[in-house]
């Protein structure tokens, strides 16, 4: 196996479920020194397990990140126990929760939303940098969305947040491209995690909708978290070392 990350620092947030988990796991795999962070303690504390249960290292920090208070403890988390911070992977987000148009979108949920996938992930992108300028460079992967590519129908603040984390994205990797920081984004379309299977779409129990997300990759099959961890990790690895600023569909040819 590969071994890309032995000795290196790398920070998951969104780790306790998902394609984050799989991130995790596979870092630790790679021979990573890991922080999970996650605002779901069970989730954390099972990706710890798995790591430890193969002989990895890893620690898990309870984060919110919506609070710059907790993305900042996350960051200074890989610097007290693990002395750097080589390799950021921002995944936490939400959906949302709900299925309405623009027009009748809940304003609350609207905020909810915002506060994690686009203000969190500017937390998460800022605290991160201020520690790999200190040490001379890093990567940093943004977890978009096809939703960041094209529209969303009757999941605005979604969509919004998700473009705009490519944004973010392209800005940050332009101001950091001669400082050894390199900022990248991936755009999975549909993955089987319990964010589509079990919650707003409950892709599970609707066989007919399940049905509609498989048929829209070429593919015509969902998309496994790994297959999304291994596109990350390549991103982070010295094997993508002249790619900065890109927004990568993982996405079983849908984009095509
Ligand atoms: N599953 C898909 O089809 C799909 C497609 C495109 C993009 N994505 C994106 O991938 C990322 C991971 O999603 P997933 O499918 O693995 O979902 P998931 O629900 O399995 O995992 C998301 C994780 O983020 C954590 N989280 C939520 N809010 C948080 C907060 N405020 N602070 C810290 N952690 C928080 C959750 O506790 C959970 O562990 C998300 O950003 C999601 O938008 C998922």
Known sequence: MHRRFTGK???VSGAGSGIGQETAIAFANEGAKVIVADINENGGQQ???????????AFFIKTD???STDTEAMVQAAVEHFGRLDHAVNCA???GGVSIPTHEYPEDRWHQVLAVNLT????SVKAQLNQMLKQGGGTIVNVSSAAGLKGHPNNVPYSATKHGVIGLTKTAALEYATKHIRVNAVCPTAIETPMIMDGRLNLRSNQELREKFTNEQAMMRMGQPKEV???ILWLSSDESSFITGHAMPVDGGAFA
């Open 65 to 67: 990140i919506s609070r």
């Open 229 to 231: 961890a291994d596109v």
């Open 120 to 123: 969190g992930m500017w937390y």
């Open 93 to 95: 987000g939400v959906t």
């Open 9 to 11: 620092v790398c920070l």
């Open 47 to 57: 990706t710890l397990t798995f790591i430890k249960a193969c002989g990895g290292e």
